[in-house]
């Protein structure tokens, strides 16, 4: 059974530093991986998806790596800005997707 | 990028009524359709995957006769939680894809409180 684990579960970083977010799965035989944010009360906003042929997708200051065989993928932000304020959460496809209980990241003006 | 519309954003209703959700691809014709619930600080949990013109697959613990799904078009899926009590107070959220396992793109979701 696909289980996804993201770690920390909460992050508080000073502005203008960098930051990763980590997210692991036990079942490597995965279609992609799915990175997505979420504000308060609201829907999710996708970020970046990868393949599972790809190791890595970038957009703007995110970054987002996947080892399929380590099962894990990271999630890099660089210059955080307080707008990033928001719990963050990976999903994987196998079967159906599946997704993290989030990491919620407090960036500090 | 594809843009879903979900409505209503939240709702408030007795206990024993029917609650309908709506959730519309704009732009694109989503074969997919999934809908999730959240209670606060979970996860989201997949509740069923519908496919435009057959029926839903519902999740194991997801009475399907409780929460009513119709995909009649390839930009309309409808989420129906009939005889609604406070135990489904929850935020649901639809998303949409054109194939299965592609990208997801979802809706701003609903917050149910029923009284």
């Known amino acids: 059974k696909q289980e996804v684990t993201q770690i920390p579960a909460a992050l508080s970083v000073p502005e203008g530093e960098n930051l990763v977010l980590n997210c692991s799965f036990t079942?490597?035989?995965?279609?992609?991986l799915q990175w997505f944010r979420q504000d308060p009360g609201k829907g999710l906003t996708s970020l970046l998806l990868?393949?599972?042929?790809?190791r890595e997708q970038t957009s703007g200051r995110l970054n987002a790596s996947l080892d399929k065989s380590s099962g894990r993928s990271t999630l890099y932000i660089a210059a955080s800005q307080p707008g990033d304020s928001a719990t963050y959460l990976c999903?994987?496809?196998?079967?159906?997707?599946?997704f993290g209980k989030g990491t919620r990241l407090h960036i500090l003006p | 990028g594809a843009v879903v519309s979900q409505h209503p954003s939240w709702v408030i209703c007795k206990s024993g009524t029917s609650v309908k959700i709506e959730c519309r691809s704009l732009?694109?014709?989503?074969?997919?359709m999934f809908w999730y619930r959240q209670f606060p600080k979970q996860s989201l949990m997949l509740m069923a995957t519908?496919?435009?013109?057959?029926?839903?697959?519902?999740e194991q613990g997801v009475e399907k006769d409780k929460f009513l799904i119709n995909h009649a078009s390839l930009t309309l899926s409808t989420l129906t939680v009939t005889s609604a009590h406070p135990e489904d107070s929850s935020f649901y959220i639809c998303?949409?894809?054109?194939?299965?396992?592609?990208?997801?793109?979802f809706g701003s979701g609903t917050q149910l409180s029923v009284l």
């Open positions: 732009d694109f014709q989503a074969t997919t």
């Open positions: 519908s496919n435009e013109g057959s029926k839903a697959t519902y």
């Open positions: 079942d490597s035989a995965i279609y992609n």
């Open positions: 999903a994987v496809w196998d079967d159906k997707i599946i």
């Open positions: 990868i393949q599972s042929s790809q």
């Open positions: 998303s949409a894809s054109v194939t299965t396992n592609e990208k997801l793109f």
